[in-house]
């Protein structure tokens, strides 16, 4: 005799995360790019704000080895960090 119960017939259907899947870098291609975002952090107190560089290098180093899909640095949230931004003006 089985104490088993059944709530229901549904069953679980997976689905991909919303941003697609984020491979390892089995072969260590950004490995360097890591550790220095890594070391930024360690010496910055884990301080993330303070290594937005270190971290925009390590990302787009996955992105051009095609080690996550290629997502425009701005909707990253790097905007600020792209080069010819333009300047804010003084509205007073």
Same mark, same amino acid.
């Given at each position: 005799?089985?104490?088993a119960m059944n709530f229901g017939t549904k069953s679980f259907q997976p689905r991909p995360p919303d941003k697609g899947s984020?491979?390892?870098d089995h072969f260590g291609e950004c490995k360097s790019f890591k550790e220095k975002f890594m070391r930024c952090l360690r010496d910055k107190n884990y301080e993330n704000a303070l290594c937005r560089? %270190?971290?925009k290098e390590y990302l787009m180093c996955r992105m051009q080895r095609q080690l996550m899909a290629p997502e425009p640095? %701005?909707?990253?949230?790097?905007?600020?960090l792209m080069e010819g931004k333009p300047e804010a003006k003084d509205e007073c």
């Amino acid at each position: 005799m089985s104490t088993a119960m059944n709530f229901g017939t549904k069953s679980f259907q997976p689905r991909p995360p919303d941003k697609g899947s984020f491979p390892l870098d089995h072969f260590g291609e950004c490995k360097s790019f890591k550790e220095k975002f890594m070391r930024c952090l360690r010496d910055k107190n884990y301080e993330n704000a303070l290594c937005r560089n %270190e971290s925009k290098e390590y990302l787009m180093c996955r992105m051009q080895r095609q080690l996550m899909a290629p997502e425009p640095l %701005e909707k990253l949230g790097f905007r600020d960090l792209m080069e010819g931004k333009p300047e804010a003006k003084d509205e007073c």
